[in-house]
């Protein structure tokens, strides 16, 4: 039996054909690159220059919070998952990366409705994904010090 951690990380790409990579694809939660080629999310405050002396920091910050996810997962702590997920809805949000609104809402009311571990390791896959996809984005900080598993 593979772990959550295992699940997570067998591939990044949305075209995946492990089971989870399937159960992604097939749920509502995942994202579509757009139509230019472009994957990159870039923060819709271009346009303020404030928030993007800001988000370089904030971006750098974000594969901690991957990396807190998955650690949850593998704890099976739900509650604080649900927290990290509503905290990743509003601040990414707030720093102009509305596309990982709606990943984070589905993660956070999946947990809050009681639904299976099974049912919601897609949905934070899917939120993995579109955060990976932030412009910015460094997935080697997601790297951590070898643990006893």
């Known amino acids: 039996m593979t772990t959550v951690r295992e699940q997570l990380e067998k591939d990044h790409s949305p075209m995946s054909h492990d089971s989870a990579g399937a159960a992604i694809a097939a749920a509502p939660t995942s994202v579509v690159a757009p139509a230019d080629g472009s994957n990159r999310i870039k923060s819709s405050n271009a346009s303020n ?3 993007m002396a800001i988000i ?3 971006v750098d910050g974000l594969p901690s919070k991957v990396r807190k996810m998955t650690d949850l997962l593998e704890r099976d702590d739900l509650p604080a998952l649900q927290r990290v ?3 990743l809805l509003g601040t990414c949000g707030g720093y102009g990366f509305a596309p990982v609104s709606q990943p984070a ?3 956070e009311q999946s947990i809050k409705a009681g639904q299976p571990l099974e049912s919601i390791i897609p949905a934070v896959k899917s939120l993995i994904e579109v955060i ?3 412009e910015g984005y460094d997935e080697s900080k997601e790297a951590v010090l070898p643990m006893n598993s």
Request: charged share 35%; hydrophobic share 35%; glycine share 0%.
């Open 132 to 134: 990976r996809r932030i």
């Open 105 to 107: 809402r589905t993660v």
């Open 85 to 87: 997920a509503h905290e």
């Open 49 to 51: 220059p404030q928030i």
């Open 56 to 58: 370089p920091e904030f």
